[in-house]
């Protein structure tokens, strides 16, 4: 019987992937991980996947299922590569994506040693993505969900082979209400429980409200100028912007303008009208092949360049420092640094990086 730890948040999708493991036979071990102190923070239950409410409903769901229910207390891991890095990042003028962090240095990195200290073959997870071995390339594929509005495929680009052998996703092939059906029927706590939406360690909603409280830093005004480098007046500290914003700029010029860049070297955010924010190109740095190997020459692929976004046309050309420039078919609006770029071939995930 194969062993699979199973990383359960206290939400439905994590809790029907334990049940689903458990009807197929596995011999299973639930799982949350203590990522920081709650108390700290003031952590509210409905906002977040991570509160001391959820590990309640995750011990509750476990205990149900009759499996071993363990808490891992993964907090300091959490705060170097997850909130340091994200904190780092508007600091330095780029917008981060924490979960992507989550996902590459706590679930499938921390989680994953764990599982191999408690010998369990898998490591499993309520995302909303599926893997498949390609027995002509001898390669494991992470493709996208069958449910396309749940599909999670862009948070997981960071994973390797090896991660892709040892990880299942039994969620993968159903929809978000045969989810909840399963947990209704099973008579789980969270059947009907809401998906955490925001930033599990942000607690009101206000990024650089956390950010000041965790640092202790202010951040000091600086110069609007325009892409001419002319002044236009003061902003309030750069943690308060990102590319593409147009709202809460306190400045009026009789006309929509919006944030084209941000420099923290020199303390300036540069405004532009809306046709300034759009890019042909962008380049991709930390760049993560699927399959592990970076191909010889360019390919034509679909790229997402945010979470929610369309897929667009591209030509992904693979440069010799491990960074990919990509080249689009049309200019996209608000390319940022620090967001995650996923590449597509159909339903296949060929890699990600972030934009540079």
């Not at 730890?5 to 991980?33: N, P, R």
């Amino acid at each position: 019987m194969s062993k699979a730890i199973i990383a359960m948040s206290g939400g439905v999708d994590s809790s029907v992937a334990a049940h689903l493991m458990k009807e197929q036979g596995y011999d299973c071990i639930g799982t949350t991980m203590k990522l920081f102190h709650n108390d700290d923070i003031g952590v509210m239950r409905e906002h977040t996947c991570c509160s001391l409410d959820d590990v309640e409903d995750a011990r509750s769901v476990a205990r149900k299922l009759d499996i071993p229910y363990y808490v891992f207390n993964f907090s300091d891991r959490f705060r170097e590569c997850v909130m340091d890095k994200f904190v780092a990042a508007y600091e330095n003028g780029t917008t981060p994506n924490p979960c992507i962090d989550c996902n590459r240095y706590l679930k499938f990195e921390k989680l994953f040693q764990r599982a191999k200290e408690l010998r369990c073959e898998y490591v499993v997870t309520g995302h909303y993505a599926r893997i498949e071995y390609d027995t002509e390339s001898g390669k494991f594929l992470l493709k996208k969900a069958a449910d396309e509005n749940k599909d999670q495929s862009y948070m997981l680009y960071t994973m390797t082979q090896e991660q892709l052998a040892h990880t299942l996703f039994p969620l993968g092939s159903i929809t978000k209400p045969e989810v909840r059906k399963i947990a209704e029927e099973n008579g789980f706590c969270n059947a009907h429980k809401h998906d955490s939406q925001d930033i599990c360690f942000v607690t009101s909603g206000s990024y650089t409200d956390f950010i000041r409280q965790y640092t202790g830093r202010s951040y000091p005004e600086g110069k609007f100028v325009d892409t001419n480098g002319n002044i236009l007046g003061t902003h309030k500290g750069i943690i308060n912007y990102t590319v593409g914003q147009r709202r809460n700029l306190g400045i009026s010029f009789g006309k929509p303008v919006y944030v084209c860049k941000i420099n923290a070297d020199n303390n300036t955010v540069v405004l532009g009208e809306k046709q300034e924010l759009y890019s042909k190109e962008a380049e991709v740095t930390e760049f993560n092949w699927i399959s592990g190997i970076a191909p010889d020459k360019e390919i034509r692929c679909k790229v997402k360049v945010r979470y929610r976004q369309q897929e667009q046309w591209a030509v992904a050309v693979p440069l010799g420092n491990g960074n990919v420039r990509l080249v689009f078919d049309e200019d996209q609006r608000a390319v940022t640094p620090g967001q995650a770029v996923v590449l597509y071939d159909g339903n296949i995930v060929l890699g990600g990086g972030m934009i540079c």
